[in-house]
């Protein structure tokens, strides 16, 4: 017995039987009498604990988790500094609402997220309590220190499910039905998604018709530049299918905003914190945002999200916008400790491990007729499937046959877009742990195909 268990790794996947077990299945059918059935659960994990990149269900499974908590938990799950932070200042002061009073880790965390934002110019903070909150305040405050109504965003990008925030999503169409009307004043265009060009273009002779179509059909209809405020997009669209624009996209959108004075908005919700391997994911396009919109990976889990502007355009008044929760000083010590543990080793190490996997996933379209492409930035991976790699046509059910698959195998991915397989582990991954996870999509694949 001894040596068995010498052999089992602790940072590798390790089931004990069939998944889920018995104390699982229990959770999920006490989970379907009370939770709301709008929770979208793609298979059947119940977590128990985690560490690093590894996660245990309530039965003792353990499996490899490249979701990070849906792109969280950026330095591991329960990273022990964080627990320290966490730990430290829960006992010390756990709440005070930074919107009526003061207290120094509040102003530590701005100060902190105005050094390390693009572009190296003073910026103001607004804190809230997640990415949809975040993208909240860029909406109020682009609308507010513009005096303009009208927002351009971009077809399949997800910005959040507040009503605001969700006027601005245009992902998937289940997010919007039923809800409307949406917030006024929002017009969508074509995302630069090079594989399945919106123009009919490849990448040699695309002339960046999403910024024309911009340019040249909305400012002269729908959107006219003297009544539009902002043009918000995520640098690396995420739950539209973890699509990389080319740079030469953002060169031009920058150059329409600037022309224009109309604000640049991204939203780093999902791409920044280091996940793409540079601490901002717009870095990799030299675009500096007027404002940007962060959460998810900036407390390794704890609720917190931002609203980051150059300082002279958050001029709003005392009341005029706000969160009581937004900001505690526990999300705030867990983020300074967070974005320390980024600056040290982990944003490098997103850049390394993202480029080791993405070495191995290159010839994947060669090897797997289903494979139609393969993209990404850092820890921030697309594997999109199709029918047919000549017509392109999406298989969303050979996507979540590989998903089901893999997790049965001890693997955690998620989907993202129409049939994408979207990798985002933490971004403490090993080269092990890429070399099991690759293992497995490869054997997932194969018996898909088959």
């Known amino acids: 017995m001894g040596n068995t268990m010498e052999q089992v790794r602790p940072d590798l996947p390790h089931l004990t039987g069939p998944v889920p077990g018995p104390r699982a299945r229990a959770i999920i059918e006490r ?54 932070a966490v730990q430290r200042q ?10 009526d009073f003061y207290y120094e880790s509040l102003v530590a965390l701005a100060e902190k997220l105005a050094a390390i934002a693009p572009g190296g110019i003073p910026r103001r903070v607004s804190f809230g309590n997640s990415g949809a909150e975040a993208i909240e305040g860029c909406l ?23 009503m605001g925030a969700l006027s601005l999503t245009a992902s998937k169409a289940v997010q919007r039905t039923g809800f409307g009307p949406m917030l ?27 910024v024309k179509y ?17 043009v918000f997009i995520e640098p690396v ?16 959108l920058v150059r329409l905003c600037r022309q224009n004075d109309i604000l640049l908005v991204t939203d780093e919700v999902q791409c920044g914190m280091g996940r793409t391997g540079k601490m901002w994911a717009s870095e990799h396009f030299d675009a500096v945002p007027d404002i940007f919109a962060v959460a998810k990976g900036i ?50 190490n997103a850049a390394r491990m993202g480029a080791y996997m993405m070495a191995r996933l290159r010839d994947w379209p060669a090897r797997f007729p289903i494979v139609g492409d393969v993209r990404g930035l850092g820890l921030m991976i697309g594997i999109e499937l199709v029918r047919d790699q000549r017509t392109k046509e999406p298989a969303p059910d050979l996507r979540d046959r590989v998903v089901s698959m893999a997790f049965e195998r001890g ?29 497995t999509l490869e054997d997932c694949l194969k018996a898909a195909n088959a």
């Not at 669209?237 to 031009?252: A, L």
């Open 237 to 252: 669209q995420g739950e539209g299918g973890y699509i990389v624009p080319p740079k030469k996209f953002f060169d031009e």
């Open 31 to 84: 989970d379907a009498c009370v939770i709301s059935p709008s929770y979208a659960r793609c298979y059947p994990l119940a977590a128990e604990r985690g560490e690093g990149a590894m996660i245990e269900d309530a039965d003792g499974n353990r499996f490899l988790d490249f979701n990070a908590g849906i792109a969280v938990v950026a330095t591991g799950h329960c990273h022990p500094r964080v627990v320290e």
């Open 214 to 230: 911009i340019e040249n059909s909305l400012f002269h209809t729908i959107a006219p530049p003297r009544e539009t405020a902002a």
């Open 299 to 348: 407390a390794s889990g704890m609720p917190l999200g931002a609203t980051v502007a150059r300082a002279g355009l958050m001029n709003w008044p005392p009341g005029a916008h706000a969160s009581t929760f937004g900001g505690n000083p526990v999300s705030c010590e867990a983020a300074l400790a967070t974005i320390a543990l980024l600056e040290e080793d982990l944003v490098e």
């Open 411 to 439: 693997l955690l991915v998620l989907g993202a877009g129409a049939s994408t397989i979207r990798l985002s582990p933490p971004l403490v991954i090993t080269r092990d742990q890429c070399d099991f996870a690759m293992e």
């Open 90 to 99: 829960a006992a010390r002061l756990i709440h005070m609402s930074g919107t």
């Open 140 to 162: 109020k405050l682009a609308r507010y220190s513009t005096g303009r109504p009208n927002i351009i965003a971009f077809l399949g990008c997800f910005h959040g499910r507040t």
């Open 184 to 210: 006024p004043g929002v017009i969508h265009a074509p995302y630069p998604n090079c594989y399945r060009c919106a123009f009919g273009k490849e990448p040699q002779s695309c002339a960046v018709e999403c």
